[in-house]
């Protein structure tokens, strides 16, 4: 029977715990498991569990590391629980710098003979260069990506087809049935709402619903710049009196407030794997919104339908401070580029400015805060800026009203089930874990490819790159 470790810096609820139990319970009756971490979980896990505090986040262990120590524990706790070594070393999110040691600990382990597999689910590269290890990425071992479009990356930025998988996360149907909460017409957003997720432009949209909904976001964010841009988001709701209600999700379980919505929105800007433009068909609900490309791409090819979703939301220029918009965007880009250790020359930066302007308008997505609710403000105050933005943008006449709605619920949700289900999940997951356990592979990863993808100056939107001010 195979061992399996899997190591992450945490065990704390989200989505990486989640996507780590869901391997555990695949696994379960093939192989042998056992997890470690630097941040325990404070309700139980279904396998055993040690603790080495010195792989947890800098912010929560800010102690200075020994890597070949750490890396000697690791082994140490493998060998205690399997009497042995381990046939495979599942490593979650190691290129995100949030442990500043975690890379020299990782060279460490492969020199002692372990066999890793590291799985990304989020790039430092897209949008997180807090985040960013100056040090080149492990070498010569396996990666895992959870779409087509990192999996399409890595191929480019110098990794082969032998020694990186594609391991889709699984969706599983809700199971328990419960009451619908009584309440008034409830569209949901049911995210955690930090700033990727697009809280202004969910806003926006409230103004033109049509049949008295109340828009509910479901749940608060935990980082402090987050924490910061939220606050302010439900100080602006109160002042200007919207029909918008934050922590939904504090008060009403997830499964009751999913009955309870008339239909489900997302405005997010960018997404990991994208459970968001999933789970609304489970719950027999329609999902409208903001479409991202190179996520739902994905969805699409396995015959999930989200052509009714846009691509983008207009405004217009006119509406903001233009001269003001481009120097924050440029000074933002120029500062991010440093970060990265790239340059950038002021023509791109220009060429770039015009390509998102054309036609006199520009994408809300694109914009920070502050120029966000200059634009709602506006559209509340000027019924005429009212009508240009339906002019702009004409599904919003309106929202979250599909064709063959019916139809196109019975389809996504056969399309989901058939292609996210635990079964599919398991098949791939322990396929992939024979091929990492018998297979060596020689691969380096160009950190410069990844770089030069993500940071696109053609969608370079603060919300996602600037810090926040208000």
């Known amino acids: 029977m195979m061992k399996i470790v899997l190591i992450h810096y945490h065990l704390k609820t989200g989505g990486v715990t989640t996507v780590l139990r869901q391997q555990l319970e695949a696994i379960h009756k093939n192989f042998e498991a056992l997890v470690i971490t630097g941040t325990p979980p404070k309700t139980p896990f279904p396998v055993d569990i040690i603790h080495i505090p010195q792989l947890a986040y800098s912010t929560t262990y800010p102690h200075p590391i020994n890597p070949e120590a750490v890396a000697d524990a690791i082994v140490a706790a493998i060998h205690s629980r399997f009497d042995g070594p381990c046939d ?28 890793l597999l590291l799985q990304i689910h989020d790039f430092a590269e897209d949008g997180r260069p807090s985040a960013y290890f100056a040090e080149e990425y492990p070498a010569d071992c396996h990666y895992c990506v959870i779409n087509d479009r990192d999996y399409d990356v890595l191929l480019r930025a110098g990794l082969k087809r032998e020694g990186l998988h594609r391991l889709p996360n699984t969706v599983n149907p809700y199971s328990e049935p419960r009451q619908p909460v009584p309440m008034k017409p409830m569209v949901l957003y049911p995210i955690r709402a930090i700033r990727r997720k697009n809280i202004g432009e969910a806003i926006l949209l409230s103004l033109f619903f049509k049949n008295q909904e109340f828009l509910a976001v479901t749940l608060p964010p935990n980082s402090p710049t987050d924490i910061k841009s939220y606050s302010a988001w439900k100080s602006f709701v109160k002042d200007y009196h919207f029909n918008v209600e934050f922590d939904k999700g504090l008060k009403d379980d997830f499964t009751s407030l999913m009955q309870s919505a008339r239909w489900l929105i997302t405005t997010s800007i960018t997404e990991g794997f994208g459970f968001s433009f999933l789970e609304p068909w489970l719950f027999e609900k329609v999902l409208w919104g903001r ?101 702009l943008n004409p599904f919003l006449s309106d929202p979250g009203n599909v064709s063959n709605a019916d139809k196109l619920v019975k389809n996504n949700k056969r399309a989901i089930i058939e292609t996210y289900n635990k079964d599919t999940y398991r098949r791939k997951l322990i ?40």
């Open 88 to 115: 495979v070393l599942h490593v979650h999110n190691p290129t995100l710098a949030k442990n500043r040691s975690f890379l020299k600990v990782l060279t460490a382990l492969q020199r002692k003979g372990l066999n």
């Open 291 to 391: 479409e991202l490309a190179d996520i739902c791409q994905d969805f699409e090819s396995n015959g999930i339908r989200l052509d009714h979703l846009y691509p983008r939301l207009n405004v217009s220029l006119d509406w903001i401070n233009y001269h003001q918009f481009f120097q924050t965007w440029k000074n933002c880009i120029i500062t991010v580029c440093s970060l990265f250790q790239v340059t950038i020359d002021n023509t791109r930066i220009k060429d770039a400015f015009d390509t998102i302007t054309e036609n006199g308008s520009i994408d809300f997505g694109l914009l920070n805060e502050v120029h966000q609710k200059k634009i709602i403000t506006g559209l509340i105050f000027n019924r005429g800026r009212f009508d240009q933005m339906c002019r």
């Open 431 to 470: 396929d992939m874990y024979q091929k990492v356990a018998q297979s060596e592979v020689k691969q380096r990863i160009n950190k410069a490819v990844l770089i030069s993808t993500f940071l696109n100056p053609e969608q370079f939107s603060l919300l996602k790159w600037s810090d926040y001010f208000d």
